[in-house]
């Protein structure tokens, strides 16, 4: 049972663009939700992170948007550039648990 | 150290051999965290440890699988009688305490089973 679904699986966007990946979640207990930006042959590394008591959290050109009610979070890239270009992942941990639970990953890549 | 450290970065075995990863966390991180990342799938918890003892042991796979942690920072992950399946990036990441939210990556060991 996949308690993460991530979309979509790639991305293409044009330099300057904004960029949107999209995750669903069904397990209401999950309180935390870092995004996870991964580069070829590269651990993972946190992006930003929301928790459900606020609806948007910005930080530079980031931004994560979150609704509650509908069970799904999203993260915008705007001024998209050639450097975004990775893989991104989104999670969520339980509260009190401490592993994180992970969608399967966006591949996005930024054209010049 | 600078960051998470992770030995081998590429392994490759025979199938039915065992197979020992290695994880050095941040200096000062108490909680240490295995991932498994398998091609095309996203991060899947294996296993989590606080100082050296594992309170989470849910994820593994099988009991193939086992890990250990000495002396509150080195932790070795063993996969006995390796299969194709098993193939992967095992990645492992620390926490400055359990509840930190910040898990640091380490760059991941490449296995591959033939």
């Known amino acids: 049972q996949q308690q993460v679904k991530q979309s979509p699986q790639s991305l293409i966007v044009q330099k300057g663009g904004i960029s949107i990946i999209n995750c669903a979640y069904e397990?209401?207990?999950?309180?935390?939700f870092p995004w996870y930006q991964q580069f070829p042959g590269k651990g993972p590394a946190l992006l930003i992170a929301?928790?459900?008591?606020?609806s948007e959290k910005k930080e530079g050109r980031f931004t994560i948007s979150f609704n509650k009610s509908a069970k799904q979070f999203s993260l915008h890239i705007m001024d998209s550039q050639p450097g975004d270009s990775a893989t991104y992942f989104c999670?969520?941990?339980?509260?009190?648990?401490?592993?994180?639970?992970f969608g399967k990953g966006t591949h996005l890549i930024i054209q010049p | 150290g600078a960051g998470v450290s992770q030995s081998p970065s590429n392994k490759v075995t025979e199938k039915g051999k065992d197979v020992e990863l290695r994880c050095d966390p941040i200096?000062?991180?108490?909680?240490l965290y295995w991932y498994r990342q398998s091609l095309g799938q996203g991060l899947e918890f294996l296993i989590y440890?606080?100082?050296?003892?594992?309170?989470?042991k849910s994820g593994l796979p099988s009991d193939r699988f086992s890990a250990e942690r000495t002396g509150g920072s080195v932790s070795t992950l063993t996969i006995q009688r390796t299969q194709q399946e098993d193939s992967a990036v095992y990645l492992c990441?620390?926490?400055?305490?359990?509840?930190?939210?910040?898990?640091?990556f380490g760059p991941g060991t490449r296995l591959t089973v033939l």
């Open positions: 397990n209401t207990a999950f309180d935390y």
């Open positions: 200096s000062g991180h108490t909680a």
């Open positions: 929301i928790r459900p008591d606020v």
């Open positions: 440890f606080q100082g050296n003892s594992a309170p989470d």
């Open positions: 990441a620390s926490t400055l305490a359990r509840g930190t939210d910040t898990q640091y």
């Open positions: 999670a969520a941990r339980i509260g009190g648990a401490d592993g994180l639970t």
